[in-house]
């Protein structure tokens, strides 16, 4: 059935994370129009928290260095450390509790090689024109 997507409560967690990060969940699927069938396998995805308006990062964008978790950002030219505090973290984005209003302009390439203070000239990306 690709593309679609169905939503059910998990019944039971087992409490211990398995190799890889994987535990067993039990779920009870209501199967009223018939569509699915044994031997049926899909892919699932669990949402534990949901916060919904946390502003995010990608977590590429991340640095942590001996006083902690920052990013850099574009202000007036240069580069800026800003430290912050994080909260969610989901592989892909990092959730920031503290040390951004969202208007910034974040850093999320060759960080490593990155210091406060820098001269920048930001490139803004162009989609192509259509012809």
Known sequence: MPGTNLKWRIARLAPVLGPGWKVRAEIHIKNEDGRLYPG????????????????????????????????????????????????????????????????????SAGKASIRDGQPVVVAKNHAPSKT
Do not use: F, Q, W
Not at 46 to 70: F, I, Q, Y
Not at 73 to 98: F, H, Q, Y
């Open 40 to 107: 049926m396998y899909g892919r699932a995805s669990v949402v534990l928290e949901d916060r919904p308006g946390a502003l995010t990062v990608p977590v590429a964008a991340l640095a942590n260095d001996s006083t902690g978790a920052c990013v850099y950002c574009v202000a007036d030219g240069m580069t800026k450390r800003l430290p912050l505090t994080i909260g969610l973290n989901d592989g892909r984005k990092v959730e920031i509790t503290s040390g951004l209003t969202g208007k910034e302009e974040i850093i």
